[in-house]
């Protein structure tokens, strides 16, 4: 039977690498993102048995998100909370520049999370649902307002998971370490870069977008149904022991 998977911010690097592992196992998938092109590009793109589904929409922004739900599945058997970006420099200076970046990555990595989450709720599968959440090595080795509220992710998806387990739905989080070959850091790395980034690991490469797919799709697999409120590191031994 296909399951159908919801994906935010699927048009680009992990989300779209985690799009097409489901895609190519069979599964209907949609993409969730604001720019309607980058997903239209990436459907087109994805190879499997069903067409796509692309939902343009802010996830930040609660009155949008309300208006597009009639857009996503009635039924989702896997939801993937992908979607998560590091803000721009701000104009402002001392206390209104704190408080502008701290908001700025609540905003872009908490609120886009559990308000799809939340919309999504009544139609997750009961039992067998799935939801996994993507947070980041920052939010335990430490990196600003953007490490704590990647950290954020990891408390509330402790409260998801008891609230879901009883429905007999799990809720995990994996924790990427450095990915190369998405749009997150807004340009490519230069060769000193990677060099460092390489050398953080034990096994000597940097991350692929198909290495958190692989995590994500363990953790959505049936087999998984016993873990719960769970983090699984995928870093390439950067950070050990957390
Ligand atoms: N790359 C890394 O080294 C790394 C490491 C650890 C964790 N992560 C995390 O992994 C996740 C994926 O990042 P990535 O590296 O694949 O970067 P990416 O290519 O920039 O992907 C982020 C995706 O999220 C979408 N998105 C962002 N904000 C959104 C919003 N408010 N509403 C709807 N969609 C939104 C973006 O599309 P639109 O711009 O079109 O909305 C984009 O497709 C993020 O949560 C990031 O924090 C990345």
Redesign the pocket.
Known sequence: MPRSVVI?????????AVAAWFARHGDQVTI????AE??RSAAEDIEGKYPVVTV??????PVALERAVNRLPQQVDVLVN?????GTRTRNSGLSAVAERWRRDF???V??VVLLTEAVLPRLTRPGGRVVT?????ALRGNGA?GAV?AALLSWNHTLAQELGPGGITANVV??????G????GTSPNEADLVRRRAQTLVGRV?E?DD?AAAVAFLASPEAGYITGEFLNSNGGALLGR
Not at 8 to 16: H, K, P, V
Not at 56 to 61: F, G
Not at 82 to 86: D, F, L, P, V, Y
Not at 134 to 138: K, Q, R, T, V
């Open positions: 935010s911010g699927g048009g680009t690097g992990i989300g779209r969730v993102g604001r720019r980058v997903l343009a929409v802010d996830l930040a922004d992908n979607a998560g970006s590091r905003d872009n990595n609120l886009p993507i947070s980041s090595i920052a953007y990647k924790v990427p370490g450095y990915v190369a998405t749009e997150f850091f991350g977008p958190i």
